[in-house]
């Protein structure tokens, strides 16, 4: 019987060493200052206990130098300490432009995975080892927390917006995921595996999973079958922004201000489109807010970014 005690996790993605170095690092740095103050504190207490023979007659004054010395020190440490994670955190939350997508959801109490084929997993998430990855995270009721130690990546699930987080998993295996927000009597149980495997491995798992109707597919089809092509159509006699190509452009508001189309923006002009109207168009577009669950929300902005797609011919809104 083994009674080892594992410190931690193994480093299982590009970020997970990096995470360690800092946190050793500061451990490390922490660590000394606490020996050096706890010794001092202690060492003069001894010194200078009652009735010991100490010269006690030493100045009491003040050293203006020594004052100004400690306290730039402490804050260039500080600044130092800051730049580096504040580096960490930038890299964490830029994922690079070809990562695999894969859009999660997290409800009451599971976690629900879509890769971008359709492919569905619950409490499971296979990706391929050595290629990034970046999921997509939204919440179905309350707050959860996309927590794998291995990876030392944690990323809210929060209703109403959509989060993200990104990692290249770099060691095939099996890893803990977890709920690491406290969401109800079963958080304790809401979580699963993400299974890192060899990229061909995973094409194979990909493949045996079936084609199931794809992301931006099944947002077509809502696209269809809640209305919204009856106006933003390109035969609609309503007058509706054209969709395609909408996504990661500039919209000129009817406030005059300008918004760059991201998902946030396209989640709240369906959720809530008399917050931001495009310039040049009547707020008469409804509110879809309760009429589609969140993973019906994930269809649609994969299918409206679709359409923005470098290849021609995917759209189905432009002439
Ligand atoms: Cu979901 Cu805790």
Redo the contacts with the bound molecule.
Sequence with gaps: MSFAIHFAPPEASSVAGRVDVLFYGVLAFSTALTLLLTGLVVYYAVKYRAGTSADRTGARGRSLPLEIGWTGASLVVAFIIFAWGAELYVYRDQPPADALEIAGL?K??MWTFRHAGGQREINELHVPAGKAVVVSLASQD?I??FYVPAFRLKQDAVPGRTTHLWFIADKPGRYHLF??????TQ?SE?GGWVTVMPPEQFAQWLAAQGQDESLAEGGARLFRALGCSGCHGPSSKVRAPDLAGVYGKPVALSDRQTVVADEAYLRDSILQPAKQIAAGYDPIMPSFDGLIDESELQMLVAYLKSLSASSPGRSETSQ
């Design positions: 997290g009451q109490w309350v959860h927390s709920c690491a927000e406290y969401c109800g958080h809401m």
